[in-house]
């Protein structure tokens, strides 16, 4: 009775520790590998228009700017500011789906 309380308890454990683990190995891979600088294409334009808070080029990525500029709050740098929201979201996106599934 005592080893399959105890085993269950291990279980439990392991149910609350895997989304943290999956999370942060996400974080690891992510900030590892993040760009650090403003890249190609509308990249510039992208940082540019977070910082400023303004409108690009139709469709104006609304999300995109906001995200940048609350970032931009937080990192003096603009071209890493407009690209940590990416990690961001996916930290979260891989820690949820393992939460649900082990739930």
């Known amino acids: 009775m005592i080893s399959a309380e105890r085993s269950d308890a291990r279980h439990e454990r392991w149910l ?3 989304p943290a683990i999956t999370t942060a190995i996400a974080a690891c891979v992510y900030l590892v590998t993040l760009q650090r600088e403003i ?3 509308d990249a ?3 940082s540019l228009q977070a910082h400023l808070v303004g409108t690009t080029h139709p469709p104006g990525y609304p999300v995109h700017t906001l995200l940048g500029k609350v ?3 937080l990192v003096a740098d ?3 500011a407009t690209n940590l929201p990416a ?3 996916a930290r979260w996106r ?3 789906p393992a ?3 082990c739930a």
């Open 16 to 18: 609350l520790l895997s």
């Open 39 to 41: 890249g190609w294409w």
């Open 44 to 46: 510039a334009e992208l």
């Open 71 to 73: 970032f931009g709050l």
């Open 78 to 80: 603009p071209g890493l």
């Open 87 to 89: 990690p961001a979201a």
């Open 94 to 96: 891989s820690g949820s």
């Open 99 to 101: 939460s649900w599934c």
